[in-house]
């Protein structure tokens, strides 16, 4: 722990000075754009490249890092591009933005091949003698990036930008020697390593269950899955919805909890719903009754696909509720939450534009949808159910290391 004045809550070992005070305009020895260009599919080559250019799109920095494959194929000739070319070691900062996103900051680790800037990305090249990663930390630390943030201009809706000398006069802290620098750089590089190992596999469990849920399910006009659980060998059927799940209405059951529906995460315990929903408890007897693994649906749909009740208690009475013998619940939200069903399946039965657009239920009854043998049901039910469980906990790691990391961001630097 620092006690001095100027000097981090944190520090490794064997750093005792204080820091030093310099404007951002201090360290940085190029600040510079590219221009706009345009997107086509026809590309003119440039110098040294006959299969022509990409230039990055602004979206390549976001949540504090630099993604090269956010970019576009250009109309490109010597003057709009080659004068500004993403090279290892630069920082990108977004100097014209939403006022969410301007000052986001990405650092390029290596160059990109025939990649350039656009005119709303500044590339800064940092002098000899500071280390440019620990220049790039600097300017992703929370207090620093509100600071940004606050000095660039606009209107409320419209796009903001940075002026260039508000942001060169930026005072910063930083280390006076570079041992001190390249430790706390080291020691984000692995975090950051760690963070970007559990976001490798947490993308890549997301496009197995993609996958998967495209070959477990029969294509159309087909009697069985790509990939099927051992022992199961029935054809599937097609069946009406309003076959396999019947509505009901149950009211005058004051005495259960309200719920709130989230899209995409079942029900929850209205009083624990950190949405600030106002309801008329004298009008609860008019409210509909759910039980757990019971389908719900709305006649105004913003999102489509059922929701699945997750506890037993009341809802709405502008919701539908479903039940279903002699099935695998877990089995159909699989179906009912994916793309075929509100995409395909379900969005004839839906009319209206925008906020405005209502399923007709009637309609959604005759949909057909598959099925085969309960017990197979709930192998696939099952299996889906395993893989959320550890989507959601490299989820939870991925959540817990950023935490930590913004909060070492604000506790290692000055």
Not at 139 to 155: D, E, N, Y
Not at 213 to 240: A, N, S, V, Y
Not at 291 to 307: A, K, M, Q, T, Y
């Amino acid at each position: 722990m620092a006690g001095k004045q100027n000097a981090p809550e944190i520090r490794f070992e064997g750093f005792t000075g204080p820091w030093e005070q310099r404007k951002l305009g201090e360290l940085v020895s190029e600040i510079s754009t590219g221009r706009s260009v345009n997107s086509d599919d026809s590309i003119r080559g440039v110098p040294g490249n006959q299969e022509g250019a990409f230039v990055l799109k602004t979206s390549c920095v976001s949540s504090d890092r630099f993604d090269p494959s956010e970019r576009k194929k250009v109309v490109a000739d010597e003057t709009s591009l080659v004068s500004c070319p993403a090279v290892a070691d630069a920082i990108i900062v977004s100097r014209m933005n939403t006022p969410e996103r301007v000052g986001a900051c990405g650092y390029v680790f290596s160059s990109c091949e025939n990649t350039y800037l656009p005119d709303r990305l500044w590339r800064l090249m940092i002098s000899e003698g500071v280390l440019p990663y620990f220049v790039y930390l600097s300017l992703i630390q929370p207090a620093v990036r509100q600071r940004v943030k606050g000095m660039s201009t606009g209107t409320s809706g419209s796009m903001h930008n940075i002026p260039q000398k508000s942001f060169l006069g930026l005072w910063m802290s930083i280390p006076s020697t570079l041992p001190e620098q390249r430790a706390i750089g080291a020691f984000f590089r692995e975090l950051d390593d760690l963070i970007a190992l559990h976001q490798r596999k947490y993308d890549k469990l997301c496009t197995v269950k993609k996958s998967m849920l495209d070959k477990m399910f029969p294509k159309p006009g087909e009697t069985e899955p790509e990939i099927r659980f051992e022992g199961f060998t029935d054809p599937w059927e097609q069946r009406k919805l309003g076959e396999i799940f019947e509505e009901y209405s149950e009211k005058n059951r004051a005495d259960l909890p309200p719920l709130t529906i989230i899209q995409g995460g079942g029900t929850v315990y209205r009083d624990e719903s950190n949405r600030n929903l106002q309801f008329d408890k004298n009008s609860l007897s008019n409210y509909k009754a759910v039980n757990p693994d019971d389908f719900i649906v709305h006649l105004r749909s913003f999102e489509g696909g059922l929701e699945k009740a997750t506890y037993c208690g009341l809802i709405s009475p502008a919701y539908h509720t479903f039940h279903g013998d002699g099935i695998d619940s877990d089995f159909y939200y699989l179906y009912f939450r994916s793309k075929r069903f509100i995409d395909t399946d379900l969005k004839p039965h839906v009319y209206g534009i925008r906020d405005g657009r209502s399923i007709d239920i009637d309609g959604m009854k005759t949909i057909p949808i598959p099925w085969t043998t309960v017990d197979e049901q709930r192998a696939i039910g099952g299996f889906y159910n395993s893989l959320d469980s550890l989507i959601t906990l490299h989820q939870r790691k991925l959540e817990l290391l950023r935490n930590i990391k913004k909060s070492l961001l604000d506790r290692m630097f000055v």
